[in-house]
């Protein structure tokens, strides 16, 4: 069963950059698709991006669209999300998730596998 793990996470000021990064376990992480979630305090889980199992396909949400890049390293088991012009509005709690399919998704409800959670502050 495949697990994950998110690092990178910590506080940036606004119109910095940050990385973060999820490690899967297993040996089956390249036939899968990828994504971030984030959520905010007192808001609900939201789509940030996503990647397929290949990695030549990638989504963004309109309001990341621009400033993020989703990246993975296959040979590393790793998925990314690169952060850049980061906002306060950007400040939460990314999740990295998997897909059981190559193909990506936008929809939480269709990965099967959720990593802990880590925390992203923006300060202003």
């Known amino acids: 069963q495949v697990q994950l793990v998110e690092s990178g996470g910590g506080l940036v000021q606004a119109g910095g950059s940050l990385r973060v990064s999820c490690l899967a376990s297993?040996?089956?992480?390249?036939?899968?698709?990828m994504g971030w979630f984030r959520q905010a305090p007192g808001k609900e889980r939201e789509f940030v991006a996503a990647?397929?199992?290949?990695?030549?396909?990638?989504y963004y949400a309109d309001s990341v669209k621009g400033r993020f890049t989703i990246s993975r390293d296959n040979a590393k088991n790793t998925v990314y999300l690169q952060m850049n012009n980061i906002e306060p509005e950007d400040t939460a709690v990314y999740s990295c998730?998997?897909?059981?399919?190559?193909?990506?998704?936008?929809?939480?409800?269709?990965?099967?596998?959720w990593g802990q959670g880590n925390q992203v502050t923006v300060s202003s």
């Open positions: 998730a998997k897909r059981p399919s190559s193909a990506l998704s936008t929809t939480a409800r269709s990965y099967d596998t």
């Open positions: 990647i397929n199992s290949r990695g030549d396909s990638t």
């Open positions: 297993g040996r089956t992480f390249s036939i899968y698709a």
